[in-house]
């Protein structure tokens, strides 16, 4: 059980969550050195502390650097998930290396489950979408995605990012102008008639349109509407300014 805190170790501890929560990533020793106006020493014995005392644990390892991870407790308000970082985005919104280890952080998620998250790090920018080099794209493989969302789906060998736009009216009826907001009511829509999902790689305008008509080439695709069984995981938030 956590023992009680004095005003200047409860201090320490607001620091680094207030800091986890805005910037999805632990701070470094300096960061918080920097903001208590004190040496580093000084913090790494403040940490060991509360590391003594049951509220954090703290190391470095060689994938993530140093590192501070808060305890999780029953009842607490700060649920922290620890989210290893599975793939790296280059600049066509392809998955590349996945899935492999290739990190970690710590990040306050509400409404998923732990163990079905996953980030994607961007090695590439992709301007049209707005994501920079270091930008951290996180995922539920829980989820289906919905309209206007990103997902990764698995394109022959390939894993890519893609952005749905609608859904079919069923797995029958495919045209775009067919296209049914979310959802269908129930006693309009055949369950047994699946509906599929309208969709278009991520990067896609017109400086990547010849890559992607390449890429259905290669890998024999038909970019058309396609199931969501096929969908391997949804994004459901972008980290920036991540330690990596």
């Given at each position: 059980m956590p023992h009680a805190l004095t005003k200047r170790q409860r201090e320490y501890l607001d620091f680094i969550k207030s800091f986890i929560r805005d910037n999805e990533s632990s701070p470094r020793l300096g960061q918080i050195a920097k903001h208590f106006k004190v040496k580093p020493p000084s913090v790494h014995k403040m940490l060991e502390v509360l590391q003594r005392k049951g509220y954090l644990y703290f190391g470095r390892d060689s994938t993530s650097g140093f590192f501070i991870r808060l305890v999780e407790r029953a009842g607490s308000a700060e649920a922290v998930t620890e989210i290893v970082i599975a793939g790296k985005l280059n600049q066509y919104g392809e998955v590349v290396e996945f899935p492999k280890k290739h990190g970690h952080f710590a990040s306050l998620i509400k409404g998923s489950k732990p163990e079905e998250l996953f980030g994607i790090v961007a090695i590439e920018e992709i301007p049209n979408c707005g994501i920079l080099i270091g930008d951290l794209i996180i995922f539920d493989y829980g989820m289906k995605p919905k309209q206007n969302e990103v997902a990764l789906i698995a394109i022959g060998e390939r894993w890519l990012l893609i952005r749905v736009v609608s859904k079919t009216f069923d797995k029958?009826?495919?045209?775009?102008?067919?296209?049914?907001?979310?959802?269908?009511?129930?006693?309009?829509?055949?369950?047994?008639?699946?509906?599929?999902?309208?969709?278009?790689?991520?990067?896609?305008?017109?400086?990547?349109?010849?890559?992607?008509?390449?890429?259905?080439?290669?890998?024999?695709?038909?970019?058309?509407?396609?199931?969501?069984?096929?969908?391997?995981?949804?994004?459901?938030?972008?980290?920036?300014q991540l330690a990596f």
């Open positions: 029958l009826i495919r045209s775009d102008v067919m296209a049914s907001d979310y959802p269908i009511p129930e006693d309009l829509r055949n369950v047994e008639r699946e509906q599929l999902l309208n969709w278009h790689p991520f990067a896609f305008d017109e400086s990547t349109e010849k890559y992607f008509l390449k890429l259905a080439e290669v890998e024999e695709i038909r970019m058309g509407p396609i199931p969501s069984v096929v969908v391997a995981a949804t994004a459901i938030r972008l980290s920036r």
